[in-house]
């Protein structure tokens, strides 16, 4: 019995061969294109296929493209200059606090009080020095981040 299994197996595998090389000779190549770009304004012969879609399109993408352009420029502006704001706003608020804690600190001095006046100035003081120093540190950090994207967008 053995035998004879093998041997339907073998004509089986025999008669399918024939039909895999018959669907061979149907097959077609198929070939697909794809093209990107990248930036605000498309190529020059995507923007002449739309201006033959719809007259004047060009002319609409470019001023989009040059508008929004502006408004970023704009955003950042604002940016900038809230950022130069908050910074001296947060300078002249530091130099008032560390005034007033000398100053607290000298009343309590003159007043007596030594320990709780060298304790007032001296807490006072290092938290300005410790706030200007993690303020100049985290400024360092950012230009370094801000020059590293400029460097890598321009390579």
Same mark, same amino acid.
């Given at each position: 019995m053995a035998k004879k299994k093998k041997n339907k197996i073998k004509?089986?595998?025999a008669q399918r061969a024939p039909s895999v090389a018959s669907q061979a000779k149907n097959v077609k190549s198929v070939t697909a294109r794809a093209e990107q770009f990248s930036g605000p304004i498309p190529p020059p012969q995507i923007l002449n296929q739309?201006?033959?879609?719809?007259?004047?399109? &060009?002319?609409?993408?470019? &001023?989009m493209a040059e508008g929004q &352009?502006?408004?970023?420029?704009?955003?950042?502006k604002q940016a900038i200059d809230s950022d130069i704001k908050n910074s001296r706003l947060g300078l002249h608020y530091g130099l008032a606090i560390g005034l007033a804690a000398v100053i607290g600190a000298t009343v309590c001095i003159v007043s007596g009080f030594e320990i709780g006046g060298t304790i007032l100035g001296g807490t006072g003081l290092t938290g300005l020095v410790g706030v200007f120093v993690y303020g100049s540190r985290q400024q360092r950090k950012e230009r370094e981040k801000r020059l590293e994207k400029l460097f890598t967008k321009k390579q």
């Open positions: 004509q089986v595998s739309y201006n033959q879609i719809v007259p004047g399109a &060009a002319d609409r993408i470019i &001023a &352009a502006e408004h970023r420029q704009q955003l950042e």
